[in-house]
């Protein structure tokens, strides 16, 4: 198949210009003026942008969590990312405390495999670590194309491992090339905080919120760091919401260590006030939503370098998932939905109202999280010789976010209302139209794993 994109305004991380770009089979072969090639199918882009497919690098995709599944599995959700212009996500896998890491590649291969209709990659999730981990830790970044390993400072009992077996993950993983990523939370801290306030009767969704203050995450950020100093291998935070957390990694920079940072959608848009809603629940994840001036202080990095990525930590459970806590927040499910709009999101919020630059969208939304794990230039810009996920967006169009006709598998929204400017309109996936006419053409089998190579930006 072959397919040419006309008079698009084309946007890379470092420039844009209106150009033509056309694709053979799954790859882009030419990029110009008046590109004058037979094609079988050709969009008129004039008036639009032409952007990378996006990658969002932090997504949960029926992923066994507080007693429950994530609600979107792989083929709900990478529909819906692909319907907000998200061809590639990373999913986490998650080992087992006791059992192997092959043993959660095999699981998660069953959940992937046939049912993908983006593209897809795996994070391995270390949550108990000895001898024979350190040996299947080598195996997956030299066997498997699984080069990040995911660690969790907190839910202690299912998914915490302690400092002793971080630092030694960490030489594991620097030996061979890899990167390790953390949750940065205390959960000693927080699980204290959560006893205390649920024996005082302290038990809707704003206690969550509280049980999680921000020198929680600050504090957790600046060991991690120290840990990375100390062992010498390279660190990504995750969902990053907060100026204590950045300041640790700003802190990091002063003694020229280089730590990438993730923030997501929601902690730039909404903060910690919706948790004194009744409905409350909807928005209790982990970390809390925080204030108006952790939302300044991350757009701020973002334009600093200090944040890299914008994910999504896209973790939906139903409302009758939520209801699970409804006598007690420590039972909410943590979590929101959120994998289908994250482009249209950080375009109105960051692009349209003045706070990034068109290249710096494109730089958080795709082309970082590639270079970082790994994925570049096979994905994440728009280059001769790259796969051909390319987005049509139309950065006038207004939509209001409704449950109604979002695509994620969850019944409600959490932006239920919110007025976007800026809308994805046609997707290709490596080369195949994936979204056009706001129908997906693609089924479930089309989206392929991407095995990842060490990252372009570690030296
Ligand atoms: O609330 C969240 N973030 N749920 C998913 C698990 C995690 O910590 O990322
Ligand atoms: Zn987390
Ligand atoms: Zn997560």
């Known amino acids: 198949m072959s397919v040419l994109i006309k008079n698009g305004k084309i946007v890379t991380a470092s420039e844009d210009f209106i150009a033509d770009v056309y694709i053979e ?12 090639y037979n094609a079988e199918k050709i969009i008129d882009a004039s008036d639009k942008l032409v952007l990378p497919g996006g990658i969002d690098p932090h997504v949960h995709l029926d992923m066994p969590f507080m007693g429950t599944y994530s609600s979107d599995d792989y083929e709900t959700g990478t529909r819906a990312a692909l319907h907000g212009g998200t061809t590639s996500v990373i999913e986490f896998i998650l080992q087992t405390q006791g059992d192997t890491l092959h043993n959660a590649l095999k699981t998660w291969q069953e959940k992937s495999q046939h049912k993908a209709v ?30 990040s390993f995911k660690t969790f400072m907190a839910y202690k009992g299912a998914l915490m491992i302690d400092d002793g077996q ?187 109202k003045g706070k990034i630059t068109l290249n710096k969208f494109v730089e958080v939304c795709a082309t970082n999280a590639s270079k970082i794990f790994g994925m570049y230039p096979r994905k994440g810009t728009i280059a001769i010789g790259a796969d051909a996920d390319i987005v049509v967006f139309d950065p006038s169009k207004k939509h209001t976010i409704s449950v109604k006709t979002h695509h994620m598998n969850c019944d409600y929204s959490a932006y239920e209302g919110w007025e976007v400017t800026g809308k994805t309109e046609t997707v290709l996936l490596r080369g195949k139209v994936a979204i056009e006419n706001e129908e997906c053409k693609l089924k479930p089998g089309d989206g392929q794993f991407i095995p990842r190579e060490k990252s372009s930006l570690i030296i």
Request: charged content about 25%; proline content about 3%; hydrophobic content about 35%.
């Open 25 to 36: 089979d799954e790859k882009i072969t030419a990029i110009g003026k008046n590109l004058n």
């Open 118 to 147: 983006g593209d897809y990659s795996y994070h391995m999730a270390v949550t108990d670590f000895n001898d024979d981990v350190a040996k299947e830790v080598v195996q997956m970044i030299e066997e498997e194309g699984i080069t």
């Open 166 to 352: 971080m630092v030694q993950l960490m030489k594991v993983v620097r030996d061979h090339g890899g990167l390790v990523t953390v949750h940065a939370t205390n959960g000693d801290m927080i699980d204290s905080l959560i006893a205390r306030n649920l024996a005082s009767g302290k038990t809707k969704p704003l206690y969550h919120y509280l049980s999680q203050p921000e020198v929680t995450e600050a504090e957790a950020s600046a060991r991690f760091c120290d840990m990375l100093h100390y062992t010498g291998c390279p660190g990504y935070i995750v969902h990053m919401t907060c100026e204590g957390a950045l300041n640790a990694v700003r802190k990091a920079t002063l003694r020229n260590q280089k730590v990438f940072v993730e923030t997501c959608s929601q902690y730039l848009m909404i903060d910690a006030s919706l948790y004194e809603r009744e409905d409350g629940a909807k928005w209790v994840m982990s970390p809390p939503l925080r204030e108006k001036k952790d939302q300044e202080a991350l757009w701020s990095g973002i334009n600093q370098g200090l944040v890299q990525v914008v994910g999504t930590d896209h973790c939906p459970f139903t409302l009758e998932q939520k209801a699970m806590g409804k006598d007690d927040f420590s039972k909410i499910p943590n979590g929101h939905p959120a994998i289908e709009h994250r482009m249209e999101f950080i375009y109105s919020e960051g692009v349209h």
